[in-house]
C-alpha cells in the first residue's frame, strides 16, 4: 500500500476502503507518512469529501492510534458530555456534580485551551490545590465513590488527532464535517463513556457559525455514535452572546458556584437542565425529559448539588474554602469598567469579539506554550435585550495587563450592537438530534 495511490484515489473522488484510512492514520501517527503527503490527502478530503462510512472509518482508526480508556471498573452507566465549545462554556463545572447527584457517574476527561479561555481543566486549576492528574486507580475510586471524577487527557489519548489538527490548522482544512465529527467522536469513544452528550454550538462564538450547519455536524456525529455502538444525542445551542456572563477561567468557576447555590444567570441554568436531563435519560435514572429537570431542579434548590461539588474538590485536593471566599482565587491587578456610548437595547453581543477581548486579557492561550492568567477575563454586565444608559457599564475587565486595557476596551465596545428598538430574546436551543430523527425548536 502506497500513500500516494491513496492521495490519488481521493483526489479523484473514490471512497477510501477502511483499510487505506487505518494505513494512514497509523503511518502518520509513528511518522512514517510526512506532513506534505498527509496534507494534500486532507486537502482532497477538504474538496472532495468523504462519505458515512469513511468518516466512521476514519474515526475508529483515530481512536485507535493510542491509549482506549477502559471503564468497566466504574459501576453503572458512564454518560459524557462534550461542548464543541463556546464563549463563557462552563457548564462541565456544573453538570458533573448537579447530574453525580443524581445517581448518575460522571467520569470525565478533558483538556486545557486554545484560544479565548482556558479548557476545562485550567478553570479548575484555578482552584488552589485541585489536582487534575490523577492516576487510573484514584480516577475510577472516585466516580465509584462520590458519582465524579474529572482529569486531563493522557498525551497517548487518540494522538492522531492532535497531529492531524495542527495539520489542518495550518494548511486550511480545518471547517471540514467529516473531520471535525470524526476529530470529536475519536476522543469520546477513547474515552470509554457508555453514552454521550454532545452540545453542539451555532452562532458568532461557536465553531460552526451556521446553525444549518451546526444540524449537519450533529446529525454525522450521531451516525458516527450509533454505528459504533454509544448512545449519543445532540442539543443544538446557540452562541450568538456568550454564555451566561463570565468569560474567562477563576470568573467562570465562581459564576459557577454561584449557579450551584441557586444564583446562576437564568440562559446558564436552562442549558445545564436540558444538557443534564438527557444524561439522566442516557444514564437510566428516568424514563423522560421532563422527570430529569424536575430531579435535577430539586438537587439545586436543596443544596445536594453544591454539596456535591465540595465534595469533588475535595476529593481531588482542592481547597473547598473558595466555595465561600472567591478571595482565594487568583486575582486580577487592573479591574476596569468598559462604558456604554449609547443608550437603547443591547441588540446583540459579538461572541468571538468578547472571547478575543478575554484572550487579550491573558485569560486564553495564543499557542499551546503560552502562560494562562487563571485570574483574567470579562465580566458582562448587559446582556441582549437589556436596556442601557450611555456613561453606564455594559461589562467589567480582570487583567494584569495594564499595557492591554484599552485594546481590550475597544474589542469589548465593538462587540456590542446597541438598538434603539425593542429587541426580541434568542431562543437558547435550536433543535435535538437524536436516533430518532431531528427536531428543530
Given at each position: 500500500?502506497?500513500?500516494?495511490?491513496?492521495?490519488?484515489?481521493?483526489?479523484?473522488?473514490?471512497?477510501?476502503?477502511?483499510?487505506?484510512?487505518?494505513?494512514?492514520?497509523?503511518?502518520?501517527?509513528k511518522g512514517e507518512i510526512p506532513d506534505y503527503q498527509s496534507s494534500a490527502l486532507l486537502m482532497s478530503i477538504f474538496l472532495n469529501g468523504m462519505n458515512q462510512q469513511e468518516t466512521a472509518d476514519l474515526t475508529m482508526a483515530m481512536a485507535a492510534s493510542g491509549e482506549q480508556l477502559d471503564l468497566s471498573d466504574i459501576r453503572g452507566i458512564k454518560v459524557d458530555k462534550h461542548s464543541t465549545g463556546g464563549v463563557g462554556d462552563k457548564t462541565t463545572l456544573i453538570l458533573g456534580p448537579l447530574v453525580a447527584s443524581a445517581g448518575v457517574s460522571v467520569a470525565k476527561m478533558s483538556g486545557r485551551g486554545l484560544g479565548h479561555t482556558g479548557g476545562t481543566i485550567d478553570k479548575v486549576e484555578s482552584i488552589p490545590g485541585f489536582n487534575t492528574q490523577l492516576k487510573k486507580e484514584e480516577f475510577i475510586y472516585n466516580v465509584n465513590n462520590i458519582g465524579i471524577a474529572l482529569a486531563g487527557q493522557t498525551g497517548n489519548l487518540v494522538p492522531a488527532d492532535k497531529?492531524?489538527?495542527?495539520?489542518?490548522?495550518?494548511?486550511?482544512?480545518?471547517?471540514?464535517?467529516?473531520?471535525?465529527?470524526?476529530?470529536?467522536?475519536?476522543?469520546?469513544?477513547a474515552s470509554g463513556s457508555d453514552a454521550i452528550v454532545l452540545d453542539v454550538k451555532t452562532g458568532s462564538g461557536a465553531f460552526m457559525k451556521d446553525t444549518e450547519e451546526a444540524f449537519q455536524l450533529a446529525q454525522e456525529m450521531i451516525r458516527i455514535g450509533i454505528g459504533v455502538g454509544r448512545e449519543v444525542v445532540a442539543v443544538i445551542t446557540d452562541m450568538d452572546q456568550p454564555l451566561g456572563y463570565a468569560v474567562g477561567n477563576s470568573v467562570e468557576v465562581i459564576e459557577s458556584i454561584e449557579t450551584l447555590k441557586g444564583n446562576g444567570p437564568q440562559d446558564l441554568i436552562e442549558l445545564c437542565l436540558i444538557l443534564g436531563s438527557y444524561m439522566l435519560l442516557m444514564g437510566k435514572v428516568v424514563d423522560n425529559i421532563e422527570e430529569g429537570e424536575s430531579i435535577l431542579r430539586k438537587k439545586l434548590s436543596s443544596g445536594k448539588a453544591l454539596k456535591k461539588f465540595e465534595e469533588w474538590i475535595a476529593h481531588q485536593g482542592g481547597n473547598i474554602g473558595v466555595i465561600n471566599d472567591y478571595h482565594l482565587f487568583p486575582k486580577s491587578e487592573y479591574i476596569r469598567p468598559v462604558i456604554a456610548k449609547d443608550t437603547g437595547t443591547v441588540a446583540s453581543i459579538d461572541s468571538e469579539r468578547v472571547g478575543i477581548a478575554s484572550l487579550l486579557s491573558g485569560a486564553g492561550r495564543i499557542t499551546k506554550e503560552s502562560q494562562i492568567d487563571l485570574g483574567a477575563g470579562i465580566i458582562l454586565q448587559k446582556k441582549i435585550g437589556n436596556k442601557v444608559k450611555s456613561g453606564e457599564a455594559i461589562?467589567?475587565?480582570?487583567?494584569?495587563?495594564?499595557s492591554k486595557i484599552n485594546e481590550i476596551e475597544e474589542t469589548v465596545l465593538s462587540a456590542y450592537k446597541i438598538s434603539q428598538q425593542p429587541v426580541q430574546p434568542r431562543k437558547l436551543i435550536h433543535g435535538i438530534v437524536s436516533k430518532e430523527g431531528t427536531k428543530r425548536f
Open positions: 500500500m502506497r500513500m500516494y495511490d491513496i492521495i490519488a484515489k481521493k483526489r479523484d473522488h473514490m471512497e477510501l476502503s477502511a483499510e487505506e484510512i487505518a494505513y494512514w492514520i497509523q503511518g502518520y501517527t497531529k492531524l489538527y495542527a495539520l489542518r490548522d495550518v494548511t486550511a482544512t480545518v471547517n471540514n464535517l467529516s473531520l471535525i465529527a470524526s476529530s470529536i467522536m475519536s476522543k469520546k469513544i461589562a467589567e475587565i480582570y487583567t494584569n495587563d495594564a
